[in-house]
Nanobody, 122 residues
């Protein structure tokens, strides 16, 4: 079964750092775009950052200069380094994969991870 598995969430104080990881399961050859979205209580899911296979990135204005997205194409894994965290960063963070190609070069549907909770509080 093709899926995304996230790790790295937790509780951190304001100003602290966390690193999220998301790995695609076996059976995937490559993924065009991987990224992170988040959903805070009572709010809609929003884009945090995305990165392409070529390394092009896009960030939400609210995280620019504080968060860094990166990926390991060989492992189909994406990371989100979050620094200078603020209480308003508190949310469930979801990993996303678009342009998912399996080992037979068949395009698979968009994938979402199960979500990992990040809580920024003193």
């Amino acid at each position: 079964q093709v899926q995304l598995v996230e790790s790295g969430g937790g509780l951190v104080q304001p100003g602290g750092s966390l690193r999220l990881s998301c790995a695609a399961s076996a059976g995937i050859r490559t993924i065009d775009t991987m990224g992170w979205y988040r959903q805070a209580p009572g709010k809609e899911r929003e884009l945090v950052a995305v990165v392409t296979t070529a390394g092009s990135t896009k960030y939400a204005d609210s995280v620019k200069g504080r968060f860094t997205i990166s990926r390991d194409n060989a492992k189909n894994t994406v990371y989100l380094q979050m620094n200078s965290l603020k209480p308003e960063d508190t949310a469930v963070y979801y990993c996303n994969a678009e342009g998912v190609w399996d080992l037979t070069w068949m395009r698979r549907p968009e994938l979402w991870g199960q979500g990992t909770l990040v809580t920024v509080s003193s």
